[in-house]
């Protein structure tokens, strides 16, 4: 009987434990499913996770190859049966179909013109052919205040649902679209920077390195030979039509041929002093970035006044940024005047400073601009910093 008792207390014990274990599991697990939030909370995230898949194929604008690919993620958001992108000319993209017909077209230049949302019911389908894909809601995609292009769904009815969900992916469409075209007028502008730059280089630096070899033709024909080499591969490189950035040590290179072309024509007025850590060689920067600054010191500490000149190069490590400074004894810059140039308000023989601080703006932000020291009589100090790691530059 004892036996018994204590068989019937061990069972008893046991259901209780599971009893607590069940119960305890059953509220980690709900637990866990409202850790997943709301419908309405996933719901958003679906939403918001289609929307940044779909973003990555407009970042060109509309094209056909990223219209089709956004489009089979889009579509899910409308719930339609298809959805159709256009550019001005032509439907871009098509999903849920075989293909666009042509008949859609005339329907899209409604939109094009009129620049406003309309429904398309079958009455109207039907002297188009188009009845049996349902019904049609069309809105223009716009960039500033021009429209570009169209957004489109098919249902087997177009209710006021649809044409709201159409109505705001189409502006979201937009959006893409100017983002798109804001980074292509920033890669346009960078490379007119840099054409600034290289017409900068051509007058001025061009005409007196001629003077210079020209003047050891008769007395040196080795040293002027050995100029003409440098020059090429300076103005090669210069000129050079592939890459909007460059390597600390590329730069350099183009620069020490630069150097030695000024010091064939200055010669002993013209002192160097070089201090580079390598460990900030393959550091990545701007394409034609240092080498104005060192013409802006050579022109202002050496052309603007008599005696010898000094120019001192520093590239080194700065933690997670490589900081390269150019400094010389020269004659100065106003700082007022200074300010005037790098705002664009003032164009003079500093314009290449402007240019340079612009890029390094455009590129890495407005924390990244030149850092420049100097006053009338006490010589120019320009501080250039980078980051050191940079995955998204490539020479």
């Known amino acids: 009987m004892f036996s018994a008792a204590v068989d019937t207390a061990l069972v008893c014990a046991v259901a209780v434990i599971t009893l607590a274990v069940v119960a305890s599991l059953g509220f980690r697990f709900s637990r866990s499913y409202r850790d997943l939030g709301s419908d309405a909370d996933r719901a958003t995230y679906a939403t918001l996770h289609t929307a940044a898949l779909a973003s990555e194929h407009l970042r060109e604008g509309l094209t056909p190859t990223g219209a089709a690919r956004a489009s089979r993620h889009l579509r899910g958001l409308l719930r339609c049966d298809i ?163 460059t390597t600390v040590a590329e730069e350099l290179r183009s620069i020490d041929r630069y150097l030695l072309l000024e010091r064939a024509r200055f010669g002993d007025r013209l002192k160097v002093t070089l201090e580079i850590g390598p460990e900030v060689l393959s550091t990545v920067i701007p394409f034609l970035s240092l080498q104005p600054l060192v013409e802006n010191a050579v022109r202002h500490g050496l052309d603007s006044r008599d005696g010898r000149g000094h120019i001192t190069i520093t590239a080194h490590d700065a933690g997670a940024f490589a900081e390269v400074t150019v400094e010389d004894d020269g004659v100065g810059i106003d700082p007022e005047h200074l300010r005037s140039v790098l705002a664009g308000h003032t164009e003079d023989v500093h314009v290449g400073l402007r240019n340079v601080d612009l890029r390094l703006r455009q590129v890495y932000g407005d924390d990244y601009g030149l850092v420049i020291d100097t006053a009338p009589g006490a010589g120019t100090l320009i501080t250039l910093r980078v980051p050191k790691s940079q995955p998204d530059h490539q020479t």
């Open 83 to 245: 959805l159709m992108m256009s550019d001005t000319d032509a439907v871009l993209a098509w999903d849920g179909g075989r293909g666009a017909p042509p008949e859609v077209m005339p329907l899209v230049r409604q939109v094009l013109e009129s620049g406003r949302t309309q429904i398309f019911r079958r009455q109207k389908l039907e002297a188009a052919d188009l009845t049996d894909l349902g019904e049609l809601v069309l809105s223009p995609v716009r960039a500033d205040d021009r429209v570009v292009g169209t957004v489109g769904a098919f249902a087997g009815d177009v209710n006021a649902g649809l044409v709201r969900a159409t109505n705001e992916l189409a502006g979201w469409v937009s959006t893409q679209v100017e983002l798109a075209e804001l980074g292509s007028s920033r890669r346009l502008l960078a490379e007119a920077e840099v054409r600034a730059l290289r017409a900068q280089i051509s007058p001025h630096f061009i005409y007196n390195s001629l003077n210079a070899i020209a003047s050891f033709i008769n007395t040196d024909p080795q040293r002027a030979r050995e100029l003409v080499v440098e020059f090429a591969d300076f103005t090669r490189y210069s000129f050079r039509r592939h890459g909007d950035f």
